[in-house]
Antibody
Framework: QVQLQESGPGLVKPSQTLSLTCTVS??????????WSWIRQPAGKGLEWIGR???????YYNPSLNSRVTISLRTSKSQFSLRLSSVTAADTALYYC???????????????WGQGILVTVSS | QSALTQPPSASGTPGQTVTISCSGS????????VSWYRHLPGTAPKVLIY???ERPSGVPDRLSGSKSGTSASLAISGLQSDDEADYYC???????????FGTGTTVTVL
């Protein structure tokens, strides 16, 4: 059974960098069918896609966050991470990691998600 | 970035059918696959439908997806109390080169 688990600080000060890690178990991260993604949900709001990374190192980010976001993989540790710089209160949200499946040109959505981790931006 | 448009809420009595719409544009739904997710507070979202109409194993066939043009729908038939949750549609957007989520629909079983 594939499982994803987010970890990291639950409190970040304004202007600092938010750093989260997602640990993947139950399957290899090196399969060519998967992108590794981050998604967030601010309190009382809907889900927002942050970005994703492929095993090749290719990254794709939400344009609204592009200049502040970095996603990286550490396949040897079955982990991928999110860094979001210069955070403000607007970045307070529940952050999810998820596996995004593409088989050829066929988008099969996000099949596995972590439970989510609440990150609050406050001094 | 414009989210896909869903009705804020939908409701029905046990056994009824509820249909949730998801409206987008030619750069997302019109040209890419749609997936649907059920989300309960404090839990991981669960995929219900992917590639517009396909169900993962374990998802009952009383849940079905459809797509036409720039809109998609999720139908839940034989409504049960367990169906109370938030539902989201998602599609890849060619202009953004990334995903857009729907605004979310809260389903209530009366």
């Amino acid at each position: 059974q594939v499982q994803l688990q987010e970890s990291g600080p639950g409190l970040v000060k304004p202007s600092q960098t938010l750093s989260l890690t997602c640990t993947v178990s139950g399957d290899s991260m090196t399969s060519g069918s998967y992108y590794w993604s981050w998604i967030r949900q601010p309190a009382g709001k809907g889900l927002e896609w942050i970005g994703r990374m492929y095993r090749s190192g290719a990254t794709y980010y939400n344009p609204s966050l592009n200049s502040r976001v970095t996603i990286s993989l550490r396949t040897s540790k079955s982990q991928f991470s999110l860094r979001l710089s210069s955070v403000t209160a607007a970045d307070t949200a529940l952050y999810y990691c998820a596996r995004n499946v593409w088989r050829g040109h066929r988008d099969e959505g996000f099949d596995y998600w972590g439970q989510g981790i609440l990150v609050t931006v406050s001094s | 970035q414009s989210a896909l448009t869903q009705p804020p809420s939908a409701s029905g009595t046990p056994g009824q059918t509820v249909t949730i719409s998801c409206s987008g544009s030619s750069s997302n739904i019109g040209n890419n696959a749609v997936s649907w997710y059920r989300h309960l507070p404090g839990t991981a979202p669960k995929v219900l439908i992917y590639f517009n109409v396909e169900r993962p194993s374990g998802v009952p066939d009383r849940l079905s997806g459809s797509k036409s043009g720039t809109s998609a729908s999720l139908a839940i038939s034989g409504l049960q109390s367990d169906d109370e949750a938030d539902y989201y549609c998602v599609a890849f957007d060619d202009s953004l080169n990334g995903y857009v989520f729907g605004t979310g629909t809260t389903v209530t079983v009366l």
